[in-house]
């Protein structure tokens, strides 16, 4: 099975643009065969960190975060892309595009200003006229409004990082012969959490995800305001329905819609993962919220993903390296903490789940690892394959 792989681009990694991964057999439908990485399938000196498909004409669109912009490729042969018109503004540091699923549009979602642009598809699939999303204001900022907020959610509290202290401390006391066991966290990105607004004190929006709901709904996450903002496409761009307010500092990163009728979301700073769900007037509210005991401080969670049959998701934990298995009960509006067990790579920005296999992207160990899965519990083994790949950031499957 092969894959296309987003990374960033020597400005803040050192991939040269989007990679192809084979996991196993080229043709095979699974991914639990060795690892090994196809080549550049093309150049993207402005860090494709978030990719993201048409669902039907084969067209891969690119968030270049590096240059806020939106880029679109087509394929030109087994492994090569090639661009497809020019770059569309989006916004500063655009980490992540969504395709709608009748393919008429895109939303692309900014951590550096905290746009959410809407951006018109043709029929061939080529990105065009960007159009900017109402912009969010800190629920926390004023008095909250009572159809917003959500209530009934823990939170565990969110701490600032400070993993390159951590490390320089770490290697003072094991001296000189055991420091370079000590991961480099002196070289771990910046979050929202280390930003200068931050370090004062400031509160500023960062959106980060979309996700396409049944119906023609649309969910987006803003870590820095910690919101989840519910949308419905316009004539002229989007419109906003409904904002739910996480707790204070969880910062919201990434969402997963499940078959029961659940947003599941992942919180960057607390490490948690909240299940939303509509009420009958179609309102949303937050129904539950599982923290991933056993997480640092100084964690800061990334991705989350389900298994192929939706009782199981896992929730990546840069810092400490982890994968918090989360079992799905009830009718989706309970989760449970399973395990939180060690992913084998250095800051696991994206994960995977093929059938009984977890492939995760290790972006600061600059390789991808598979995992096998119990298929009884869900829980991932030791690493079984691992192959060099520079800054990873995103798999994603191809078609």
Do not use: K
């Amino acid at each position: 099975m092969r894959f296309w792989v987003g990374a960033y681009a020597p400005d803040t990694g050192s991939a040269e643009g989007i990679g192809i991964l084979q996991a196993g057999e080229a043709d095979a439908p699974a991914a639990g065969g060795p690892l090994g990485m196809v080549g550049t399938a093309v150049a993207a000196p402005g860090s494709a960190s978030w990719i993201a498909a048409h669902p039907t004409n084969g067209m891969l669109y690119a968030a270049l975060e590096a240059d806020g912009t939106v880029q679109a490729y087509r394929r030109s042969g087994e492994t090569r892309l090639i661009p497809v018109g020019a770059p569309v503004d989006a916004g500063s540091a655009v980490c992540h595009v969504a395709v709608a699923p009748d393919a008429t549009f895109l939303v692309a979602s900014c951590w550096g200003d905290g746009r959410v642009v809407r951006i018109e598809l043709d029929v061939a699939g080529r990105p065009t006229r960007p159009v900017i999303a109402p912009e969010a204001s800190d629920p926390y900022g004023a008095a909250p409004d009572e159809e917003t907020l959500s209530t009934g959610a823990r939170v565990s509290g969110a701490v600032v990082p400070d993993l390159a202290a951590a490390a320089r401390a770490l290697r003072e006391a094991a001296g000189a012969e055991f420091s370079h066991l000590v991961p480099d966290y002196d070289e771990v990105p910046e979050t929202d959490a280390e930003s200068e607004e931050a370090a004062a004190g400031d509160r500023v929006s960062r959106a980060h995800q979309a996700v396409f709901l049944p119906h023609g709904l649309i969910a987006t996450t803003d870590m820095g305001y910690d919101l989840v903002r519910f949308w419905r496409t316009a004539p002229d761009g989007l419109r906003l329905v409904q904002e739910v307010a996480l707790p204070e500092g969880s910062g919201p990163r990434h969402g997963l819609w499940h078959p029961s009728g659940h947003l599941y979301v992942v919180t960057e700073l607390s490490c948690e993962v909240f299940a939303l769900a509509p009420d009958r007037a179609g309102r949303w509210h937050v129904r539950s919220g599982e923290p991933l005991l056993g997480t640092l401080d100084t964690d800061t969670a990334a991705e989350l993903c389900a298994s192929r049959d939706n009782a199981t998701l896992y929730a990546g934990v840069r810092g400490s390296d982890t994968v918090g298995v989360l079992s799905v009960r009830g009718e989706g509006e309970i989760l449970q903490l399973t395990a939180l067990a060690e992913t084998g790579t250095h800051w696991p920005r994206h994960h995977v789940v093929v059938d009984d296999t977890l492939l995760v992207a290790g972006q600061l160990a600059h390789e991808i690892v598979s995992l096998p899965l119990d298929t009884r519990t869900g829980v991932p083994g030791r690493v079984r394959h691992r192959t060099e790949s520079p800054s990873p950031t995103r798999l994603l499957p191809m078609r």
